[in-house]
């Protein structure tokens, strides 16, 4: 598979070629099971999670092209023309050379991660892209070595305590501006172990940034039971969590005009909603669902009429605070989905301006849908509005 179309200037070369001997499942590594899904598909979420368009050329060994290209596409969905499937080689040099070949002519930066690091947190890709692109030069993530390192002779004798302080443990993925990369790989003579190795080598400079303890590389039977482990919820914790919330609020009678905001956004010419705050119901119904996901309890009880502070407050208000609350709580948001219903106002036309509002709130996506009653009850009236709302969320 070679369909890559969009003009992002990231590549990604997950590295899923290994034979997995170590780990005793007779198979491919990054084709085993962790927790439901392979480790591959678990290695493409980071990634997938980056705000820059990515190309992701997996590698994989030659009887698992096909599954490689299932598991890429299931995971990209509609964005499967970010994906490339290249064949592995013997060794791992070789095998990152094959995803070298496979770039696209824009891609600017590439970073070589491996598939058995399948819980790399996104934040560490974002750190090595931003590394390479602000020094113009190779960045790796490593952890302190903590233990006393002690080198010794053949038979096993200690010779002498090796200085910790100078020695870190490397991780992927490892990023590099394309040209270096290329170039290392074209000059290679000896088999190295891992890509900055290759690349210093060469004459490149490589800067190490602080690495993450979750990107452990799955290679015993002990390290995927310490991957499965991470991934299972903390005890009487369901996750994601989920939360439905309900709010509906009536237009302000004639004589007591007010301005509409409803899902974040100022209506103009509209007539607005009766209640203490600005009676934004589409914010108020996602608060509702957020706090009953989080088990924090209700808008009601959480902003009380009786409180001041909330006295004609705009939604934004209400939805920072509920941010804020489970950010304390050590929960984000994973997304919101509202059903407005109602006759006015139009709201097809500002539909996606509100998604895009409510969502730079969160920092989560929201998608919004509105309907009518076919003339039914007080919204078929046109007496006022009622929108529904449900949510997930995760450990932050």
């Not at 491919?28 to 980071?46: E, N």
């Not at 790989?185 to 172990?193: N, V």
């Not at 302000?252 to 009766?274: D, T, V």
């Not at 139009?346 to 989560?364: K, N, Q």
Request: glycine fraction near 12%; include cysteine.
């Amino acid at each position: 598979m070679n369909t890559f179309e969009p003009s992002g200037t990231v590549a990604v070369i997950v590295v899923a070629a290994g034979s997995g001997t170590r780990l005793g499942h007779g198979q491919a590594k990054a084709f085993v099971s962790l927790s439901g899904r392979t480790i591959l598909s678990r290695s493409l979420d980071p990634i997938l999670a980056l705000a820059d368009e990515t190309q992701i050329v997996i590698v994989a060994p030659a009887d698992r092209l096909q599954e490689a290209e299932r598991i890429g596409a299931d995971a990209l969905g509609r964005a499967s023309g970010y994906l490339t499937v290249v064949t592995g080689g013997a060794t791992r040099q070789e095998s990152v050379a094959r995803g070298l070949a496979a770039l696209d002519a824009r891609v600017e930066t590439v970073l070589v991660h491996d598939a058995a690091r399948a819980l790399t947190p996104v934040g560490q890709f974002e750190a090595i892209i931003e590394a390479v692109r602000g020094s113009g030069r190779g960045a790796i993530p490593g952890l302190p070595v903590s233990d006393t390192i002690k080198r010794t002779d053949v038979q096993g004798l200690a010779l002498e305590t090796v200085d910790r302080s100078q020695l870190s443990a490397v991780q992927t993925p490892q990023g590099f501006p394309r040209e270096q990369l290329e170039e290392a790989y074209a000059s290679a003579g000896d088999d190295f172990t891992d890509d900055a190795a290759l690349v210093a080598e060469t004459g490149f400079p490589v800067t190490i940034i602080h690495g993450d303890p979750l990107a452990f590389k799955i290679t015993t039977p002990w390290d995927l039971r310490r991957a499965e482990q991470v991934l299972q919820p903390a005890p009487g914790l369901a996750l994601p969590r989920t939360g439905v919330g309900v709010d509906s609020h009536a237009f302000a009678p004639a004589e007591n005009q007010q301005p509409l905001w409803l899902a974040g956004l100022f209506w103009p010419g509209e007539n607005g909603l009766s209640g203490h705050s600005d009676g934004d119901a589409v914010a108020h119904a996602i608060c509702d669902a957020l706090l009953s996901a989080a088990g924090l309890g209700d808008i009601g009880g959480t902003f009380g009429t009786a409180d001041p502070r909330f006295d004609g407050a705009r939604g934004e208000v209400f939805l920072t605070e509920t941010l804020r609350m489970l950010g304390a709580a050590g929960l984000r948001v994973g997304n919101v989905a509202v059903q407005l219903i109602g006759n006015r106002p139009r709201f097809a036309a500002r539909r996606v301006e509100a998604e895009t509002v409510l969502s730079g709130i969160l920092a989560a996506p929201v998608s919004l849908s509105a309907t009518t009653t076919d003339g039914l009850g007080f919204t078929g009236r046109s007496e006022g509005v009622v929108a529904i709302a449900t949510a997930l969320v995760y450990p932050a």
